[in-house]
């Protein structure tokens, strides 16, 4: 071991690695600083959206219409869905919403919105707490494909968070090669771990895949709900033993 570099050169070799065991040589993972806070973004993310304004999104006809005050949006219903002008692909992203706090409506007409990654794969946003629907169109399910491994809402009005690590899918060709999977922690709870999607989502039916771009645009939905959204933002994963320092 030395000091100007710590490690070893005479360990063996770590089985599907170009590095030893302990290797000197490999390189050391880059420092980022996180956020004073949990849920604030780290110094290495893309913010999203940072409460001031929707200068980053578009909507469906141009400019996106949803109200912006005290540093969150909400969605105007009849305006239609806004997504990112950013495109992205494999990424840490974490995005926090509040379901009205006055109560109309049950099940899915309770609080309704979504996460679309890349703009066709949604993570449900919904308001079921103490409000029974159906298993995956439940709160943070990948909607029509997966429930979520638990229902940890918080009660209407009641500030909620996604983080979610998204790999998007790979194609060779029309050959997908690998499907889109991710990971979910709903108020930091683990509701989905890596979990593979069948294909884009989508309402009553099942979607295959298609050839896609490598990143796209974050999508919020419109469903006619009073959905509030803010502290968006998004780390690219990348290869630290590629990128390290």
């Not at 692909?89 to 099940?107: F, T």
Request: proline content about 9%; hydrophobic content about 35%.
């Amino acid at each position: 071991m030395t000091q100007d570099r710590p490690g070893y050169d005479d360990t063996p070799m770590i089985p599907g690695s170009s590095y030893r065991v302990h290797d000197k040589a490999r390189p050391r993972p880059r420092v980022v600083a996180p956020g004073a806070e949990n849920h604030l973004p780290p110094s290495d993310a893309v913010v999203l959206f940072d409460g001031a304004d929707l200068s980053g999104w578009r909507g469906r006809d141009g400019a996106a219409q949803w109200k912006v005050e005290n540093g969150y949006m909400e969605v105007l219903p009849g305006t239609g869905g806004i997504e990112s002008k950013t495109h992205f692909g494999d990424c840490q992203l974490h995005i926090e919403w509040a379901a009205p706090a006055v109560v109309k409506g049950e099940s899915q007409g309770r609080g309704n919105s979504g996460v679309f990654l890349m703009g066709r794969y949604e993570i449900q946003v919904l308001d079921c707490y103490d409000n029974p629907t159906y298993a995956d169109g439940t709160t943070a399910a990948i909607y029509g494909e997966y429930p979520p491994l638990v229902n940890a809402c918080r009660q209407p009005g009641a500030w909620q968070s996604y983080d979610i690590v998204w790999k998007g899918p790979r194609f060779d060709g029309d050959t997908l090669i690998r499907p889109a999977a991710v990971t979910v922690f709903h108020n930091g709870v683990l509701v989905h771990l890596d979990q593979p999607l069948i294909g884009p989502t989508g309402h009553r039916n099942v979607y295959a895949y298609e050839p896609q771009p490598e990143t796209g645009p974050l999508a919020l939905q419109d469903h006619g709900d009073l959905v509030r959204f803010r502290n968006i933002w998004y780390r690219p994963l990348t290869n630290y033993d590629e990128g390290g320092a």
